[in-house]
């Protein structure tokens, strides 16, 4: 079984640019989170998707952040313009249902810094 | 209130030596999961074990067991015969059973183990 793809696997950007992550997730899992990992912090969620509708994004910085789950399966997690503190690990995870027993499972990341 | 909590930000122990990781949690839901997952300096999340609220026995998986103790609210993590390839970043979670069944980590506890 496929795992949850993420690209890029790193991206350097400057201050005000924009960026672009992208998520496929596990084949027919519903459920789609965007997690935002600070060095030497747990993942905070950033947005969770169910199908193709979004079930919570209050902690989105919505001035900046956007993301997107078309067809409700692969995901596009957008940054513009980018701040000096987005400087993170964008984890991209999944799951079947959601019910309390369902784990995630999560790619490997896109490591972000913003200079 | 932090939802879940760990309060050893660093851990050693000896190689072959059992070791615990703590973590408590916060949660009025009858219905939740606890789980803990590993993160090597590679970044990806793996899943280690999953304790339901409503299991009786505690969880095992291999060399890793979760000490479950409800009326505390407490999930520790239990390695035994540690290996240096255990040396990672441990996060504790909860999954809720409702409304959003949204996913919360605990700011981790980083594990290095010596030869």
């Known amino acids: 079984e496929a795992g949850v793809a993420q690209s890029p696997r790193y991206k350097i950007i400057e201050k005000r640019q924009s960026v672009a992550f992208w998520c496929n997730p596990i084949?027919?899992?519903?459920?789609l989170y965007w997690y935002q990992q600070i060095l030497g912090q747990g993942p905070k969620l950033l947005i969770q998707?169910?199908?193709?509708?979004?079930?919570?994004d209050s902690q989105l910085p919505k001035d900046r952040f956007s993301a997107e789950r078309l067809k409700g399966v692969d995901s596009t997690l957008k940054i513009q313009p980018a701040k000096l503190e987005d400087s993170a690990v964008y984890l991209c995870?999944?799951?079947?249902?959601?019910?309390?027993?369902?784990?995630?499972?999560f790619g490997s990341g896109t490591q972000l810094s913003v200079l | 209130a932090q939802k879940i909590t760990q309060t050893q930000p660093g851990m050693f122990v000896q190689e072959k030596e059992a070791v615990t990781l703590d973590c408590t949690y916060d949660?009025?839901?009858?219905?939740?999961?606890l789980f803990w997952y590993k993160q090597p300096s590679s970044g990806e999340m793996i899943f280690l074990i999953y304790?339901?609220?409503?299991?009786?026995q505690n969880a095992t998986e291999g060399r890793y067991s979760l000490n479950f103790q409800k009326a505390r609210k407490s999930a520790n993590l239990v390695i035994s015969a540690s290996q240096l390839g255990d040396s990672a970043m441990y996060f504790c979670?909860?999954?809720?059973?409702?409304?959003?069944?949204?996913?919360?980590f605990g700011t981790g506890t980083s594990l290095t183990v010596i030869p």
């Open positions: 995870a999944s799951s079947s249902r959601t019910g309390p027993n369902e784990k995630l499972f």
């Open positions: 949660t009025s839901d009858p219905s939740y999961g």
């Open positions: 304790q339901g609220s409503y299991d009786q």
């Open positions: 979670a909860m999954r809720e059973g409702l409304p959003g069944n949204q996913f919360y």
């Open positions: 084949s027919g899992h519903a459920t």
């Open positions: 998707f169910q199908n193709n509708g979004v079930v919570d």
